[in-house]
């Protein structure tokens, strides 16, 4: 090897997972450290933001200390430390990245600020070694729906957007609304697998013209779809109505992607975002894209939902680009793409 | 009080002289941060201005240690103000009190915000009172009182209305000092017992942490036993408050 490794130490706590890793030169993952709080927030149906912050302020040391250790690194050894800094919940934002600073000042290593829905884009590097710029994002989590040229490695250029509910937001809600427990997203495609996607027609939101999307219509035709047959008491079958409403967002994410693939001419669409582990969506996208002349790449499972290996393959290119941030460096609760 | 502030802080096994101690208090709107050898305040630098501590903390330590003449490498301690108080400023202050200790491989120790804001104030004879913001009308509450050189806790943190207070003062024995947060305290004109504090020792002080925390310091043990330390909220998240409220029958 001619050049020196580059060790990016990620840090992540933007929602309920307290993570940190270690990524040499954006592409070998040293190590990967996930302290999840699922169970916590079940009982509550979904994320209570101070119980989360009190969760990462009682993991985030020891978690990045693990980090370090498993990929047999000193804090000394690293060349920089990059951190989540939006979009997400701001308390829970603010733990990490105060540990970031902190760490940054005491051990006088640059400080790179990472988006983090940049980061789910960058997952992708690793299932594809041979992925590079330009290509399509599909970012779908439960707080995003956004559809984005990936020019190089620092210009992201939005082609559309959700207008209203994000996707996962929509099978989070369903899920609730079914009575199924949080997270709701895995919950609702269990039950779609022994459902039909056919049974039950809703609506495909298509606005003309543009990229962008619109989900909270179909939700409301879903609940509205669920809350009338249980009134009439007509025996339907939950596992058609998760399938059929599954069916309906993928299709709509799909036919985006083609346009999009279509306009722009580019040979690979990444998927990143929670939803992202979704498998009904990742064949059916896989196939749309291969229908529209291109190849879809999405992370391995264990990169689909939050972690700190995504920032510190952002945070490795952000590096190479000297992008550093100063220890000012705040929260942003609702960072755009490609800001 | 004699040796004022901190030297005849009643020692512990194995404690050592003079502590390069780094002190942060970020539990109200206040940012304090000040480096003191022992009982030596060589740097103190405070902010009081609605800044949020997430932008402000860490350039203002960074200053400080650059005013102070200390390299961050010279420091033997870090001490935090743990709470009570702003649930997130808590967090952005440990969790960089933590990191840095972790960065510098040096002992981190943890102080009671409200202790640390009735030791800005030697007066023997008299109650001091800190209290701090509670939210929704109350206040968390403090009790000390310096006996011979010692600062001791007389009655454990409590939470109050805000309103019942000054009576609930003017009722006790003897003088009482409010400390804190004091303007968040109604009716103190008509009680006589209840002074004030100036305002230059009412307010949290990274210096009273940083001397606090040195002599509460006892060497050796595990480097990393803050691993997993939370802040003192007293209170429960109110999610959690209102869930056991609906599920008397517990988990």
Redesign the interface.
């Known amino acids: 090897m001619t050049e020196k490794a580059i060790n990016i130490l990620g840090i992540e706590s933007s929602c309920d997972e307290t993570a940190a890793a270690v990524v040499r030169n954006g592409r070998e993952v040293l190590s990967n450290v996930v302290s999840t709080q699922i169970l916590v927030h079940r009982k509550f149906g979904g994320v209570v933001p101070e119980i989360a912050s009190r969760k990462h302020i009682e993991h985030v040391m020891p978690v990045i200390h693990k980090a370090l250790t498993d990929a047999g690194l000193t804090l000394q050894e690293v060349d920089a430390i990059a951190v989540t800094y939006g979009p997400g919940l701001v308390g829970a934002l603010l733990v990490g990245l105060s540990a970031a600073k902190g760490l940054a000042l005491g051990s006088g290593k640059p400080l790179i600020g990472v988006n983090h829905l940049e980061g789910h884009v960058f997952a992708n590097f690793l299932a594809d070694p041979e992925l590079e710029p330009p290509f399509l994002a599909l970012v779908v989590s439960g707080g995003h729906t956004s559809l984005l040229v990936v020019e190089d490695y620092n210009t992201f250029r939005l082609l559309g957007q959700t207008r209203d509910d994000a996707a996962g937001e929509a099978f989070d809600k369903i899920a609730r609304f079914m009575g199924l427990p949080y997270p709701g997203g895995p919950e609702i495609e269990r039950l779609a697998k022994n459902g039909d996607p056919a049974a039950v027609d809703f609506p495909r939101p298509l606005l003309p013209g543009c990229f962008d999307f619109s989900f909270s219509g179909l939700k409301s035709a879903v609940i509205n779809y669920i809350h009338t047959e249980e009134q009439r008491q007509s025996g339907f079958r939950r596992e058609d109505a998760a399938a059929s409403f599954q069916q309906a967002i993928v299709d709509v994410l799909v036919k985006r992607s083609q346009e999009a693939i279509r306009a722009t001419g580019l040979k690979k669409i990444v998927l990143a975002g929670g939803v992202s582990a979704n498998r009904h969506l990742q064949e059916a996208l896989a196939e749309g894209a291969r229908a529209a002349g291109a190849e879809l790449v999405h992370p391995t499972p264990i990169l689909c939902t939050d972690n700190a290996v995504m920032i510190g393959v952002r945070g490795y290119y952000q590096y190479l680009h000297q992008d550093f941030a100063s220890l000012d460096l705040n929260a942003d609760p609702s960072l755009k793409l490609g800001e | 009080m004699k040796n004022w502030p901190g030297l005849s802080w009643p020692r512990r096994a194995g404690k050592v002289e003079n502590v390069l101690t780094l002190g942060i208090d970020t539990a109200t709107r206040v940012c304090s941060v000040a480096v003191c050898d022992n009982n030596k305040i060589l740097g103190s630098l405070e902010v009081n201005v609605g800044l ?1 501590h ?6 203002q ?2 200053t400080l240690l650059k005013l102070a003449r200390v390299e ?1 490498e010279q420091l033997e301690l870090i001490a935090v103000s743990r709470g009570p108080g702003s ?2 400023g808590l ?14 491989d040096l002992p981190l120790v943890a102080v009671d915000t409200l202790e640390a804001i009735a030791y800005n104030l030697p007066v023997a004879g008299v109650r001091l009172i800190p209290v701090l913001d509670a939210q929704k009308g109350n206040l968390y509450v403090g009790s000390y009182r310096w006996e011979k050189d010692r600062l001791v806790e007389t009655e454990p943190v409590r939470i109050a209305a805000a309103q019942d207070l000054a009576a609930q003062l003017q009722a006790g024995e003897g003088p009482a000092i409010l400390m804190g947060e004091c303007h968040r305290v109604p009716g103190t004109d008509n009680c006589g017992q209840v002074t004030l504090a100036p305002e230059s020792a009412r307010l949290p002080r990274g210096s009273s942490a940083a001397i606090l925390g040195a002599a509460q310091y006892v060497p050796g043990g595990d480097l ?1 036993a ?6 003192f ?1 007293i209170r429960r ?4 408050e209102l ?1 056991e409220k609906r599920h008397p029958e517990g ?1």
């Open positions: 949020t997430s932008e402000g903390l860490v350039p330590l960074e961050k649930f997130t967090r952005i202050g440990m969790a960089t009190a933590e990191a840095m200790a972790y960065a510098l990393h803050y691993f997993g330390m939370d802040p909220y998240s109110e999610a959690e869930w988990r």
